[in-house]
């Protein structure tokens, strides 16, 4: 009989650390807010040990900040560091989307333009936190495209670091209409293969973001 593998199970820790990051992106946890850890532990269904590991793995993504002998804080957004952050990655996903053109397989763009629909009707339902999940897959399915490793391990890495940023352009109804419509012009320059185009839309939706973002920010101020 031939040996099965057994059925892998996530340490808590990184399941405490996908939950409180979701937490974090989507406004549960604000900006600045400390973190509770018996309240945490209660709602998580964990003990303080796995919690404490997934609170310094998230600051190690910029997420939460560490207060010596203060416990931890939910870290506030910089508008000057997000700028920096968002101006980079609209670089790397404009190159992406150059290497893309030139080298993704016509499965592959397949495969972006079935999660596009997807996002369209997540879209339709009113559902952010799901239209949000679609959305970063379609970002790094480009990315991962361009078939170029380094490119994609920067990227994740800076990501991480925006994507309260890039959840929170979207809770202006009027701007998240038009991220679907970018998006959708996107995808059509993708399976074009149109370098210069897809290049363009890119980087202007990640400035579009930031426009977005940074009035939000300041509104919350």
């Not at 893309?100 to 009113?126: N, P």
């Not at 959305?135 to 480009?142: E, G, P």
């Not at 320059?189 to 973001?209: M, Q």
């Amino acid at each position: 009989m031939q040996a099965i593998s057994p059925i892998g199970r996530r340490p808590l820790h990184e399941e405490a650390v996908d939950q409180l990051r979701t937490f974090i992106i989507q406004g549960r946890l604000a900006p600045g807010s400390r973190l509770n850890e018996r309240l945490l532990c209660e709602q998580l269904h964990i003990s303080r040990t796995p919690l404490r590991e997934a609170i310094k793995l998230l600051a190690t993504e910029g997420l939460v900040r560490l207060l010596p002998n203060r416990g931890a804080q939910v870290a506030p957004l910089e508008p000057g560091r997000l700028a920096e952050t968002l101006e980079v990655m609209a670089a790397l996903e404009g190159l992406a989307g150059e290497l893309a053109c030139r080298h993704a397989s016509a499965e592959r763009i397949a495969e972006i333009r079935a999660l596009h629909e997807e996002m369209v009707v997540m879209h339709a339902r009113g559902d952010l936190a799901s239209y949000f999940r679609y959305n970063q897959a379609i970002h790094l399915k480009i990315v991962e495209a361009s078939g170029n490793a380094t490119l994609g391990n920067t990227y994740r890495q800076l990501n991480a670091n925006v994507l309260r940023a890039r959840y929170m352009a979207n809770l202006s109804r009027e701007r998240w209409d038009e991220a679907v419509r970018e998006h959708e012009q996107i995808l059509d320059a993708l399976e074009a293969r149109d370098v210069a185009r897809l290049r363009r839309l890119l980087h202007d939706h990640l400035a579009h973001k930031l426009a977005s973002v940074s009035q939000a920010v300041v509104r919350a101020a």
